[in-house]
């Protein structure tokens, strides 16, 4: 995923100065065969492009779901976050990777996880790194009742808009309606560099996915720095994304089927001190073997899939 993104910026600059025409004509003076959408229906993405029909193979990825352009021919996802049932909602054709849709790049910071933060907090800490956005009230009322629930428990929450005052005011009131106190929950805003966000997650036992827009890098990362994370179950693309991380991790008892199954599961959870000590100790070494981080294995799925349609067309 970071070098996705990367790649995204670097073609963002590129062409960021020119018209859609200007655009259409260089990927054709090109003979680019396969043009590929990497923003969806996001901020500064250049979608009418692809009105033109300007290679031959038009295809999106990494977006928020069907682009609802007739011209674009494919969309990339996996089986796990598009299951066969939800074609009918797509403009594109639905093109299935064989493990997952993405994977992230391996951190390179020479960074541990530490020993689990409650055996010498003697209290449990959840978290969540997404953006402020995902931070809705359903979400908010959820985790107030797990916070509730198990005794002493805190949550951190960081996210880059937590810098600005009102917006943690903002937060801290949501969480006061359902009667959780401003001390259990921690906010933390921006950080300088990417290390210190992973560092930060050694002061978490488990984090919460919020919903129905889950987490995706932020879920990544979390594993990688031995924190499990609870998903809820979703029923279409952009809720889906926590299933398909821990069903690649081969850890199934962390997605909920409902949001009382999710309660529930927290408190259990919660409650193994042991347990989540092994899975703490283990998670690394786990996430590491599993596609979610095998970028070499995924790449070669993804040109795999790409020379697949290119090999179609000219047949």
Not at 142 to 163: C, Y
Request: hydrophobic share 35%; aromatic share 10%; with cysteine.
């Amino acid at each position: 995923m970071k070098h996705q993104k990367n790649l995204k910026k670097f073609l963002v600059n590129l062409i960021d100065n020119m018209s859609d025409e200007e655009v259409v004509s260089k990927i054709q003076k090109d003979k680019i065969h396969l043009l590929v959408d990497m923003q969806g229906h996001s901020a500064k993405n250049r979608l009418p492009i692809f009105f033109h029909k300007a290679a031959p193979i038009q295809i999106t990825w990494l977006g928020q779901g069907t682009s609802g352009i007739t011209e674009i021919d494919y969309f990339i996802s996996s089986e796990i976050l598009n299951p066969q049932s939800d074609d009918k909602f797509y403009s594109e054709k639905v093109i299935r990777l064989p493990k997952i849709s993405q994977s992230l790049s391996i951190p390179d910071y020479n960074l541990q996880p530490s020993d689990l933060p409650a055996k010498k907090n003697k209290f449990i800490t959840f978290g969540c790194f997404n953006q402020y956005a995902k931070i809705n009230n359903q979400v908010i009322e959820l985790w107030s009742k797990i916070l509730t629930a198990v005794k002493n428990s805190k949550i951190i929450l960081k996210s880059a808009e937590f810098s600005n005052n009102k917006v943690s005011q903002n937060i801290l009131d949501k969480f006061k309606k359902f009667e959780i106190d401003q001390s259990k929950v921690i906010l933390k805003g921006k950080s300088d560099n990417r290390k210190d966000v992973l560092e930060t997650y050694n002061l978490i036992d488990i984090c919460l996915d919020p919903f129905p827009f889950q987490g995706n890098t932020s879920t990544c990362e979390s594993v990688w720095m031995g924190v499990p994370v609870l998903t809820l179950k979703g029923n279409r693309y952009l809720n889906r994304f926590g299933e398909s991380i821990n069903l690649n991790l081969e850890m199934k008892d962390w997605i909920a089927s409902t949001k009382e199954d999710y309660i529930n599961k927290a408190i259990t959870f919660s409650a193994d001190i042991k347990k989540l000590s092994e899975i703490r100790n283990g998670l690394r070494k786990k996430s590491l073997s599993s596609p979610v981080f095998d970028s070499d294995g995924f790449s070669k799925d993804f040109s795999k899939m790409l020379n697949s349609l290119w090999k179609n067309l000219k047949n």
